[in-house]
């Protein structure tokens, strides 16, 4: 039986990574999105080798996607961003289903950080998302010390609002301290598993 499939989202600095790591813990193998296309753009990454032909000024001297030209790339024409798109996302794609595909378990989880703004949902069972409040995001954000104010309006400009994600979700985690968000990370899993046993 193929794998039940739990998106996990939630806007920057939400604890999305530290939740992920609660579900591995319990044993639920975790595709992480970011990490793929970071495998992808390495030297002689599927993504990269298919760059170098077709977007040949955005791969670096040691055959690895040059995130910054990219970056400079779309920010001339934006038409690139489709190009790069048609060619990484079918990527993307072929490695998650292949994850699910193989992995020995009742659920997985699909950690992605743009879930609903790249319509990823369709690919998963149920979305997850976490959440806490605007003023703690912001503060988790800054004390990481590598972004400015206006660099994380920039960020959360482009991300669906919190809210809106969390009227979409089957499931809101809340991450407002480490013992709430493990206790909603071990309920969901129970729901879950409630849900798989009534349509066996
Ligand atoms: P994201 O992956 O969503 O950007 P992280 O998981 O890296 O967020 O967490 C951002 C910050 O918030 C980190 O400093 C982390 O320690 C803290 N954090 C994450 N989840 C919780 C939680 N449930 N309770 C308290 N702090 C948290």
Known sequence: MTAFRLGLT??????????????????????????????LYAPGGAAALALAAALPQAIAADGAV??????????????????????????????????????QADIVLLDIPLLYETGAQAMCDAVAVVSAPPEVQRARVLARGSM?????????????????????????????????????VKDVLADIRRRIAADA
């Not at 990574?17 to 970011?34: E, H, I, K, R």
């Not at 038409?79 to 699910?100: K, Q, T």
């Not at 482009?158 to 089957?170: F, G, H, N, V």
Request: charged share 25%; glycine share 6%; proline share 5%.
């Open 148 to 184: 400015t104010e206006a660099m994380l309006e920039t960020i959360l400009d482009r991300q669906m609002p919190d809210a809106e994600k969390r009227a979409r979700a089957d499931y809101v985690i809340p991450t407002t301290t480490l013992e709430v968000a493990q206790g909603a």
């Open 10 to 39: 939630g806007g920057i600095g939400m604890g999305k990574s530290t939740t992920a790591a609660m579900f591995a813990a319990a044993g639920v193998p975790v595709w992480d999105a970011d990490a793929t296309v970071h495998r």
């Open 66 to 103: 040059d995130r910054e030209a990219l970056r400079r790339l779309i920010a001339a024409d934006p038409s690139v961003l489709d190009r790069l798109n048609a060619i990484v996302h079918p990527l993307v794609a072929a490695d998650r289903a292949a994850f699910v595909a193989s992995a």
